[in-house]
C-alpha cells in the first residue's frame, strides 16, 4: 500500500509579504501586522508611557502602509518596522505635551498595576538599546533570537543588552541582592 505524500506549503517570507502588500495586497499587510506588531509595540513601550505606545502601535503600521512601496529591500521589512517605531516614538516624544493624570478610579483595560508601572519608569530610564531589548524579552516575551531576527540586531548584540539591562534595572530596583 502506497501512502500519499503530502505538501504542506510553507508560509509566505517577510519579503514576499511586503512586496504582495506594496502592491495592495491587504492580507499580505495584515500577515505582517500579525508578525511584527508585538516587536513595535516592545520598541514603544520601552520609549513611550504606556498609553500612547499601545496607540502608537497602529500609526506605525498606518505609516508603513503609506511608505511600504519605499522599501529598498523588502527582506529587510522587520529592522524597518522597528525603525519606523523609533522615529515615531522620537516625533511623539517632540510633540508631547505635559497632561495631567486620569485620576486612578478610571477603568482602563490595559493599565499596568502600580509596580509594574515602577518597572516601566525604570526601564524608559536605561539607555535606548538597553530599554528596547528588555521590553522586547520582558513585555512582550519574544526569545534572543527572536529579537535579533526581528530588529537585525546580532545575537551577540542581544545578548549583551539583555545582560548588561537586566544588571542596570536590577540596580534601579534595589533588586542586586535577590
Not at 48 to 73: C, G, M, N, T, Y
Amino acid at each position: 500500500m502506497t501512502q500519499a505524500l503530502r505538501l504542506v506549503p510553507t508560509p509566505p517570507s517577510d519579503a514576499e509579504l511586503a512586496t504582495a502588500a506594496a502592491a495592495g495586497d491587504r492580507a499580505a499587510f495584515a500577515e505582517l501586522h500579525r508578525r511584527h506588531a508585538r516587536v513595535v509595540h516592545g520598541i514603544l513601550v520601552a520609549r513611550l508611557p504606556w498609553p500612547l505606545a499601545e496607540e502608537a502601535v497602529q500609526d506605525v503600521f498606518l505609516i508603513a502602509w503609506q511608505k511600504l512601496h519605499s522599501l529598498r529591500d523588502p527582506a529587510r521589512v522587520a529592522p524597518w518596522l522597528c525603525q519606523l517605531a523609533r522615529n515615531l516614538a522620537v516625533d511623539q516624544l517632540r510633540k508631547r505635551r505635559e497632561t495631567a493624570p486620569l485620576p486612578e478610579s478610571l477603568p482602563e483595560p490595559h493599565r499596568p498595576t502600580a509596580e509594574a508601572q515602577l518597572v516601566l519608569r525604570h526601564l524608559a530610564a536605561l539607555p535606548e538599546t538597553y530599554a528596547e531589548t528588555l521590553a522586547l524579552r520582558l513585555i512582550e516575551g519574544l526569545t534572543g533570537p527572536e529579537i535579533a531576527e526581528r530588529t537585525g540586531m546580532t545575537h551577540g548584540s542581544v545578548r549583551v543588552n539583555l545582560t548588561r539591562g537586566m544588571k542596570l534595572l536590577r540596580e534601579r530596583l534595589n533588586l542586586e541582592d535577590q
